[in-house]
């Protein structure tokens, strides 16, 4: 068992996962979505991106393009949700893109993680 293999897994299923839990709810209230639960997400893709750093492969690479995009996507949505806060008032349009880069970061995560079992069944043959 290589256990470089487990804990990056282990990362990026977890930021699928996280992701999922912040994204799955009502479309119209953040009140089902938790500030904190994006927070996690943003960290836990985060250390996803950096464990695919190191592989120089044309599949570590693609790993390495859906995980920046997953955290492109869920920094937006925290800094519009911030900006939204602190700045304006948070509408039905706010919401609505918060929700929507989550799950534009939750559909990243989705190639990433079927990637990564597909990597993972082909070096077993």
Request: aromatic fraction near 10%.
């Amino acid at each position: 068992m290589n256990l470089d293999k487990v804990i990056a897994g282990f990362f990026i299923i977890l930021a699928m996962t996280i992701n999922f839990g912040f994204f799955y709810g009502d479309m119209d209230s953040l009140e089902m979505h938790s500030k904190y639960e994006l927070f996690a997400a943003i960290i836990i893709n985060i250390i996803a991106t950096t464990l695919k750093l190191g592989d120089k492969t044309q599949m570590g690479s693609v790993l390495l393009a859906t995980s920046l995009v997953a955290d492109i996507q869920l920094i937006a949505a925290a800094v519009i949700w911030t900006v939204a806060e602190y700045a304006y008032t948070i509408d039905r349009e706010i919401i609505g893109m918060i929700i929507s880069l989550s799950g534009g970061a939750l559909l990243a995560n989705i190639t990433s993680v079927t990637l990564y079992v597909g990597e993972t069944i082909k070096s077993k043959r």
